[in-house]
């Protein structure tokens, strides 16, 4: 896991409430992402930031936002309108933005429905 | 539908043995191929990644083999051990027309390694 540190492992989410999950990288990293990983399914990419105060949407972003302040957060929140957010999400960062760059994942955050 | 491919998706082997995980990719213009390691629960590990012009590369007791013509990448474990129970993840980067990148993650194999 590196020094990425996603918390909290486990949040449960009611209906019609916006959640927060919480990323925190301390490796000086300018790119982080945010994957969602669902059971027979690769990982997604919901959202990406290459730099501070700057983010694009991956491929599956409907329903989620994010935000980046500082260059060590990347908090991204699950709103009411993502209907089917029950998953696990990952987090993780790497040096540059480019592919060839090793991404390194937090231990993620599992999200369940009440 | 997903254009990387791995199998089996499930695989157990007894504890010493060897085994080969395969990856099959239709996604073009290939750029790299990374294979991670992840544990239940956690999140994933780089073990390798590879580039059009290698069609190797080692890291322990892990090999993985790229045949960019025919779009086949394996990884080969030798010597299993407890420690490798785990799934395996192929992934596969794009260029756009535009320059930009994009990773297709595999589904991954679970492999069990049983003592």
């Known amino acids: 896991d590196g020094g990425i540190t996603q918390s909290p492992k486990y949040l449960f989410r009611k209906e019609g409430q916006n959640v927060t999950l919480s990323c925190e990288q301390n490796?000086?990293?300018?790119?982080m992402y945010w994957y969602r990983q669902d059971p027979g399914q690769g990982l997604r990419l919901i959202y990406y930031?290459?730099?501070?105060?700057?983010?694009q949407k991956g491929d599956i972003a409907e329903g989620y936002s994010v935000s980046r302040e500082k260059k060590e957060s990347f908090p991204l929140t699950v709103t009411s309108a993502q209907k089917n957010p029950t998953a696990f999400y990952l987090c993780?960062?790497?040096?540059?933005?480019?592919?060839?760059?090793?991404?390194?994942f937090g231990p993620g955050t599992r999200l369940l429905v009440l | 539908k997903n254009q990387v491919e791995q199998s089996p998706q499930s695989l157990i082997i007894l504890e010493g043995k060897n085994c080969t995980l395969q990856?099959?990719?239709?996604?073009?213009?290939?750029?790299?191929l990374r294979w991670y390691k992840q544990d239940t629960g956690r999140g994933p590990v780089s073990l390798t990644i590879?580039?059009?012009?290698?069609n190797t590369k080692s890291n322990g007791r892990y090999t993985a083999t790229l045949d960019a013509d025919t779009k086949q990448s394996s990884l080969h474990i030798t010597a299993s051990q407890l420690s490798d129970s785990a799934s395996y993840i192929c992934?596969?980067?794009?260029?756009?027309?535009?320059?930009?990148?994009?990773?297709?993650f595999g589904t991954g194999t679970r492999l069990t390694i049983i003592p």
């Open positions: 993780a960062s790497s040096i540059g933005g480019s592919s060839k760059e090793t991404q390194y």
């Open positions: 490796l000086n990293h300018d790119a």
């Open positions: 930031s290459q730099i501070v105060n700057d983010f």
């Open positions: 990856c099959n990719y239709t996604v073009s213009p290939f750029s790299n």
């Open positions: 590879m580039t059009f012009s290698e």
């Open positions: 992934v596969v980067t794009t260029i756009s027309n535009f320059g930009n990148e994009k990773l297709t």
